[in-house]
């Protein structure tokens, strides 16, 4: 499979005294065609700036500080405005978590998603029409073509998320960022929209980054995961192995806290302390102060990647010890 | 059928057909037009020391009947016993010591806080309300030791609620309702706003709280995982209804209703070796102003027959032996009893 975006050394900050606070700290990571990628962790870590990041979108008075960001072979951090825009559409849409804040109140649901078919493509308003109302059906609303007039607050929250995959999906894109696209919707719209998402991406081939705190819905969607904390990615691997092998104690501690696996009359494992905010992250390694396998080194220095085979890494110095001991 | 859902003595709080309607206005003189029927015939048993979780989604009426319980929305029928009391029959007045063994803790600390109050203020509130303590002395030696058992620094105390986390604030929170010493929490979605490490710490200390003083939880959630871990019994609601009760092990071992069995199998696995299949129900939640005829599932249920959407099913007892008070809202589980 050949690479479509490649990621490298993102750093992306706000400007803060005495120096500039960083929200995503050296990251990396590609997705190949035809595959799902997800960024996973906790609020704050950078998951969602590093999406929009990829996207040119983030809001000011943050910037891109550091890195390269090479979409489909072409660097997205060179383009010119009319550039980036045509690539956002065009290459790359995102969806996110609460589609009522996203669609237009005022605009029927249909026109919306007209309005974006024409923008990136020379197409009269009937032939978008009925365009639409393809969608509308692939994406399992259902009366596709009357639904086609109706004002988003006629809809319930799984049909406007529908709505917006159908326009995200009306230019084809080849990457999809979906950020935390089931967290607003009830257990059993989030089972839909997840089917879904796994249909779309098989009939398309089109790419996935998903974004999202959920581990359930990071097993149901994505191919290889990254764990993000603090800013950095500390665990990166395939899904089985990660579910099945975390290695990094944050990635274990995530996955143990889950109250779903909780036995019956012992506590819940939990992570102690608190994500710090990026202001107040710690030297060395972020996670330092929470670790249960915490050394001395790991106040000092950054952990760098003890790569574990060829879609695993981890972060970790404790790991990186054991490994040079064997 | 109130006995067969009772085998095991006087609960701490009995609900019996809790009925909570809001009516929709239409027009110039603002006459009703329909009401929205937010909690129709709840019935639930609580006992002192246990937790029951309330489970739904979005709209079922689960907030409704926690707050209908407490007399914060005012519901049209039914019965809240408590301690050998109706609580809907009383007076404001009269009903003001209750208060007191009835708390609540909300789902977002930040807008359940006042911003402007330090925490000491915050926690001591309910002290002053029910003449707990004279003198301020005696508030703040409380307040330290409630935080110190929500395991926050009683120095604290004089900080505003900005200045903590969201986990320190739903500490804060829970500190506040734990003031006037109550004999029930309803926690609304008490740790649905966390990150799951912080989410870990909280349920925790709920259960240790209630090793400790004895508590009892209603405890409102969406969220299945959370019930299996915190709940002894659990009520799932759907359109304003209870449609299943049970054990906690029971119901998540062999759900009866249709629905509870689709809320299962719609939890996201964390499994590597198995991804949920096909999504177990289809189509939206009707809406509430205007619940379906017969069965209010039968529109989405998987095993829907003719009978469903001519008769309204009843909540049944079902299944003897350890499943103690399980009872079904499905015309399958009346057929198949046990």
């Known amino acids: ?326 | 059928m109130t006995d067969a859902l009772e085998p095991r003595g006087e609960p701490l709080l009995r609900v019996r057909g809790l009925r909570t309607w809001f009516p929709i206005k239409h027009g110039l003189l603002r006459r009703t037009v329909g009401h929205v029927k937010a909690v129709d015939d709840v019935s639930l048993d609580i006992r002192a020391g246990e937790t029951l979780a309330l489970v739904g989604e979005s709209g079922c009426g689960k907030t409704t009947a926690g707050r209908s319980i407490l007399r914060l929305e005012s519901a049209q029928e039914g019965e809240v016993w408590f301690d050998g009391v109706d609580l809907l029959s009383l007076s404001n007045a009269e009903l003001h010591p209750y208060r007191r063994k009835l708390q609540l803790v909300f789902q977002d600390p930040m807008a359940s806080l006042d911003p402007r109050m330090r925490v000491r203020e915050i926690v001591a509130e309910g002290l002053r309300s029910f003449g707990i303590g004279k003198t301020q002395r005696e508030h703040t030696d409380r307040v330290a030791h409630l935080l110190e058992r929500v395991q926050l620094n009683p120095d604290h105390m004089w900080r505003y609620p900005h200045e903590f986390s969201g986990g320190q604030r739903q500490r804060i929170g829970i500190a506040r309702a734990l003031a006037p010493e109550p004999q029930l929490l309803i926690c609304d979605e008490a740790v649905s706003a966390l990150d799951v490490s912080i989410q870990a710490q909280i349920l925790n200390l709920l259960r240790d709280l209630q090793g400790e003083l004895g508590l009892a939880y209603l405890f409102i959630t969406h969220d299945l995982g959370v019930v299996k871990y915190l709940a002894h019994e659990v009520a799932v609601m759907y359109l304003g209804q209870v449609v299943e009760t049970g054990r906690t092990d029971a119901l998540f071992e062999a759900p009866r209703h249709p629905y509870t069995q689709a809320l299962l199998a719609a939890i996201p696995s964390i499994d590597p070796a198995r991804r949920s299949g096909a999504p177990p129900v289809l189509g939206d939640v009707p809406s509430p102003a205007n619940p379906p005829s017969g069965c209010r599932f039968h529109t989405r249920c998987p095993a829907v027959f003719d009978r469903c959407s001519k008769e309204v099913p009843e909540l049944v007892p079902c299944g003897g032996g350890e499943g103690q008070g399980s009872a079904s809202r499905c015309f399958l589980a009346e057929s198949s009893p046990g």
């Open chain 1, 1 to 326: 499979m050949s690479e479509l975006l490649k990621v490298e050394g993102l750093s992306t900050v706000f400007p803060g005294t005495p120096r500039d606070v960083p929200v995503v700290d050296d990251l990396s990571f590609t997705i190949d065609e035809g595959e799902v990628l997800a960024l996973v962790g906790e609020s704050g870590c950078g998951k969602s700036m590093t999406a929009l990041s990829v996207m040119r979108l983030v809001p000011k008075p943050g910037r891109i500080d550091r890195g390269t960001i090479v979409m489909n072979g072409r660097d997205v951090r060179g383009l010119s405005i009319p550039e980036i825009r045509k690539l956002r559409g065009h290459e790359i849409s995102m969806i996110f978590q609460e589609p009522m804040t996203s669609l237009n109140p005022v605009v029927t649901v249909g026109k919306q998603v007209v309005e974006a078919i024409q923008l990136h493509e020379a197409v009269d308003f009937g032939a978008a029409r009925k365009r639409t109302i393809e969608l509308f059906e692939r994406v399992g609303i259902p009366d596709a073509a009357p639904r086609f007039d109706v004002y988003p607050h006629q809809l319930s929250g799984g049909l406007k998320q529908r709505v917006m995959i159908a326009m995200a999906l009306s230019t084809r894109p080849k990457l999809l960022i979906a950020d935390e696209p089931t967290t607003a919707l009830d257990v059993t719209i989030q089972a839909q929209i997840l089917e879904l998402l796994r249909d779309l991406q098989r009939d398309t081939g089109m790419s996935i980054l998903l974004i999202t705190h959920d581990l359930g819905v990071v097993n149901e969607l994505s191919d290889r995961v990254s764990v993000m904390y603090a800013g950095r990615v500390v665990e990166h691997a395939e899904r089985e192995e990660l579910f099945g092998r975390p290695v990094h104690p944050y990635s274990i501690g995530l996955l143990r806290s889950n109250p779903a696996l909780s036995r019956p009359g012992e506590p819940l494992p939990e992570i102690p302390g608190v994500v710090p905010p990026p202001d107040e992250w710690p030297e060395g390694c972020r996670f330092a102060n929470r670790c249960d396998r915490v050394l001395e080194v790991c106040g000092d220095e950054i952990p760098g990647a003890t790569v574990q085979g060829p879609h695993k890494f981890v972060c970790c110095h404790a790991i990186a010890r054991e490994g040079a001991d064997d």
